[in-house]
């Protein structure tokens, strides 16, 4: 018998978010889980598992119900066929429940996803299959923010089957400091993420284009909507006051954390939660966001961070204005951000809400079980 928790995850061996994210609860608590990462259920005999958290809903049908299990969501996939909950073409997100109907529309007229007859119904199958898997077993959902836990209650998982969990993030491994009078007086901002419509760097860039030109913006980040992104820089004639650093990690991402006095989360699409504020609290920088999805949840507005409304120039410009105009609450909003993340964020204080989730889980299986 295996007693510690096992990480399932197809794919996640040659790395990416959920990789990152097993890889920090391994050496956060490395006496609780099998370093192995299980990438089929084909060959494991569950009956000699204590518990698997599975990160692919690909691999829920594979359960057998011999072991207890929990299930986080990194994303909308299984409750929204095109993964998205966002309409590129109107550049609003989607509040519909997934339905035939609704869906279908949404990606035919919408823009949400594939246009393509067999993809649309391929993906709607798969989503009904896998929610419908999680109720039919009984184990437990992890949703990374009470936004992401509305959604699947919504589609109709019983609300006492879904939990939710915020993120966490591991401590930056260089010293980070609060926000200095030098630093603010070079008055530059961060933007990093990829380079897609709806991370709304396209937004920020009118912004960019309303605010005093002192303001330089450092963007950090890749993407297949970076011709485009060029083109409208050079359309607002903002080349001069745009750095573009690529995809960046190590030294130069922090160093960029580090020359910025305020950290920009323009997300038009409704993230599930949003680690940019976290990486923004733990290096002392005011966060300011749009508020969608699940990005609400972890700010305090006017205390650890500023929201705005989604694609509202005039109101991400003023937020900015506001930092920019004021060193000492600049440096209040990032020395506030870094307190909640040391009470809230930490991967640490993550990992021990887990495990109180995985005694449970295991305790309701055996309950069930002795009772047969």
Known sequence: MNSKVQHC??????GGGIKSYVD?????CPDMYDRELITSLANINQSQCTLLHIHDAGLLESLTNQCSA?????NHNIYCPSGSKYFPTSETVCDRKMSVLGCTWGHLVDGCGSRRPQKIVANLKRAYSEIETIRRLGITAIANSDYVRSQLI??????????TLRCGIVNPQTNHVPLERAV????????????????????????????????????AGEGWAMPQVCQLVEDLQLSDRITWHGWCQGDKLESLYRQCFAVIFPSVWPEPAGLVTLEAYARFRPVIASAAGGIPE????????ILVAPNNVQQLAAAITDLAN??????????????????EFTLAIHAQRLRQIYDLAIAQFHQKNSSK
Not at 24 to 28: I, Q
Not at 186 to 202: H, S, T
Not at 326 to 343: C, M, P, Q, V, Y
């Open 24 to 28: 920090g609860l391994l050496a956060s």
């Open 9 to 14: 995850a197809t794919g996640a061996s040659s």
């Open 70 to 74: 929990v299930y986080t969501l990194h």
């Open 154 to 163: 919504a589609n109709g998982l019983p609300a006492s089957q879904v939990v």
């Open 326 to 343: 004021d060193f000492d609450k600049a440096r209040a909003i990032g020395i506030s951000g870094n307190t909640l993340f040391h009470e």
């Open 298 to 305: 972890h700010i305090q507005d006017g205390k650890t961070g």
């Open 184 to 219: 603010h007086d070079r008055q530059r901002i961060f933007f990093a993420g990829r380079i897609v419509p709806e991370k709304g760097l396209d937004w920020l860039l009118r912004v960019m284009s309303k605010l005093d030109k002192r303001i330089q913006l450092d963007i």
